[in-house]
Nanobody, 115 residues
Framework: QVQLVESGGGLVQAGGSLRLSCAAS??????NGWYRQAPGKQRELVAT???????NYADSVKGRFTISRDTAKNMVYLQMNSLKPEDTAVYYC???????????WGKGTLVTVSS
């Protein structure tokens, strides 16, 4: 059974930092990532990382966020620095299983950035 469980969200002041973690289990994923959804907006890509370590970031977070993974521990991380109020959203862990051809999602963790 595939499970993605996020942790690390919370309330932080603008300019602060948070690190999100995602524990992934139940399959081998070719791509992991983070998406977010702000109130009243569509879910959007934040960052992805391939099994080979190639990363991709949304323009809005480049230079501030860093995605990483620990393959041995099946963990994916999102280090968020210089947070802005517009980063406030529910952040979802994402994984793509190439063998099954399926996408999987965590339940989300709320990040609130106060001004």
């Amino acid at each position: 059974q595939v499970q993605l469980v996020e942790s690390g969200g919370g309330l932080v002041q603008a300019g602060g930092s948070l690190r999100l973690s995602c524990a992934a289990s139940g399959s081998i994923f070719s791509i992991n990532g983070w998406y977010r959804q702000a109130p009243g907006k569509q879910r959007e890509l934040v960052a992805t990382i391939t099994r080979g370590g190639r990363t991709n970031y949304a323009d809005s977070v480049k230079g501030r966020f860093t995605i990483s993974r620990d393959t041995a521990k099946n963990m994916v991380y999102l280090q968020m620095n210089s947070l802005k109020p517009e980063d406030t959203a529910v952040y979802y862990c994402y994984a793509h299983d190439t063998i099954r051809g399926k996408d999987f999602w965590g339940k989300g963790t709320l990040v609130t950035v106060s001004s």
